[in-house]
């Protein structure tokens, strides 16, 4: 007797890692949290909680980021065009991956997200949606996942817009998860955004 077993999908996450971090003072995703953890470094480990393979995008010549994030457990890649902005970045991510089923788009200065908010992203690109993201009291947060349809159009990104412009482009199509994870919002740009 046959069973009808789901479909696990290869979902992909793409961790944007290659900003300049000017608004912070500089290396911001080196810089500890109270618990001694690096904001980059923590939200790498709730990606690789989640059970995703982790594809971390860095800028030329950022080595201890990138060993940072080797040493986490992702494999980092050096987008040589990341000056150009998040778009760029993006693309590089998705090219390093291009064979997944889809992507999970993860910033790397969202260092609180939880794992089972990813977990639940990941489930609904797996149930078939093409474009998720979660919800927090009213507001849409990060990470936003995508289904392999768009897979061409996120690989031919540039500039800074990131995938802003497609989600804006297929609204009617994106799944909203409501969750109880603040993480979603709360990303660091400054300093001052530490002690939030």
Known sequence: MLTHMALSLNISAILLAAGSGSRFGGDKLLHPLPDGVAIGAHAARNLIAAGLDVVAVVKPGDFPLADMFEQEGCHAVVCPHAAR????????????????????????????????????????????????????????????????????????????????????????????????????????????????
């Open 85 to 196: 902005g998040m778009g760029a970045s993006l693309a590089h991510g998705v090219g390093a991956r291009r064979g997944a089923d889809g992507w999970l788009i993860a910033l790397a200065d969202m260092p609180s997200i939880k794992s089972t908010t990813i977990a639940s992203i990941v489930r609904e690109l797996e149930a078939g949606r093409d474009l998720v993201a979660p919800v927090y009291k009213g507001q849409r947060g990060h990470p936003v996942g995508f289904g392999k349809r768009f897979g061409a159009q996120l690989a031919a990104l540039d500039g800074d817009a990131g995938a802003r412009d497609i989600i804006a482009a297929h609204k009617g199509e994106l799944v909203l998860i409501e969750c109880d994870d603040p993480g979603v919002l709360h990303d660091i740009d400054r300093r001052v955004d530490l002690a939030k």
